[in-house]
């Protein structure tokens, strides 16, 4: 599940560090030396998140964070030498999702690409569900928080992947679901995981705490999986 990150910054050495500090974390990157390149490619695919400058030699910063959240609904950091208040909050106003000044230790900006990915794939798993939990068997399911809690009171962090898998049954509990159907439910972006199998090895083995849990995600032979219990959907 390697997420590709777009880097908009004109300055070489700047874009250099981060570039080999992102790799070194396991993202994939994409450089680009000016706003324009940046537009183009974006319209053809978009990256899981960037990084923009707000200086730029061809088009103003904060005109192409405009640009960027028309075509795409994709989370941008700001890196910018100005030190003005009024520009981050203009960034912030116009949609920008954080803001780091430079000079920044570039552990910095990887910890904020976390923070600000993780908000994201929570925010746009189930809109509608933002405020509920459900309980199941014993557990309890957060979506805003993609934390499971098992019978024991112990949680877990789920990948916004395994927890748009989890979701597709926690909304359709005691029904057969084809991986057709989880595919295209819990697919989410193309920067995730697409193998359901791989994905559905990863959550049962998070579901299996509790003693009354076994067989809970049952596959069925040919036809899908089903989650064999009842789901109460309440309000957080
Ligand atoms: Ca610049």
């Not at 790799?23 to 974006?42: I, K, N, P």
């Not at 960034?91 to 923070?115: C, M, N, Q, S």
């Amino acid at each position: 599940m390697n997420k590709t990150i777009a880097i908009v910054e004109d300055d070489p050495s700047i874009a250099a560090v981060i570039l080999r500090t992102l790799e070194e974390h396991g993202y994939l990157t994409e450089h680009y030396s000016s706003g324009s390149s940046f537009l183009t490619a974006l319209r053809k695919k978009a990256p899981c998140l960037c990084l923009l400058d707000l200086g730029l030699p061809d088009i103003d910063g904060i005109g192409l964070l405009g640009s960027i959240k028309e075509i795409a609904s994709i989370p941008v950091i700001i890196l910018s030498g100005r030190h003005h208040p009024s520009d981050r909050i203009v960034g912030l106003e116009l949609g920008a999702d954080d803001y780091v000044v430079k000079p920044f230790d570039p552990r910095e900006v990887v910890a904020r690409i976390r923070t600000v990915l993780r908000r994201f794939d929570a925010a746009t798993l189930a809109p509608d569900m933002q405020n509920s939990v459900a309980t199941f068997s014993g557990w309890l399911f957060d979506p805003s928080a993609l934390e499971l809690t098992a019978p024991d009171g112990s949680a877990t962090d789920l990948s916004s992947a395994e927890a748009r898998l989890l979701q597709a049954f926690l909304e359709a509990p005691q029904r057969v679901l084809s991986r057709d159907f989880l595919l295209t439910k819990a697919g989410g972006q193309e920067c995730f995981d697409r193998s359901i199998d791989v994905r559905m090895s990863r959550l049962r083995k998070k579901l299996q705490k509790g003693e009354n849990i076994k067989g809970l995600i049952r596959t069925v032979y040919g036809a899908g999986y089903l989650l064999s219990c009842a789901v109460e959907w309440q309000s957080a």
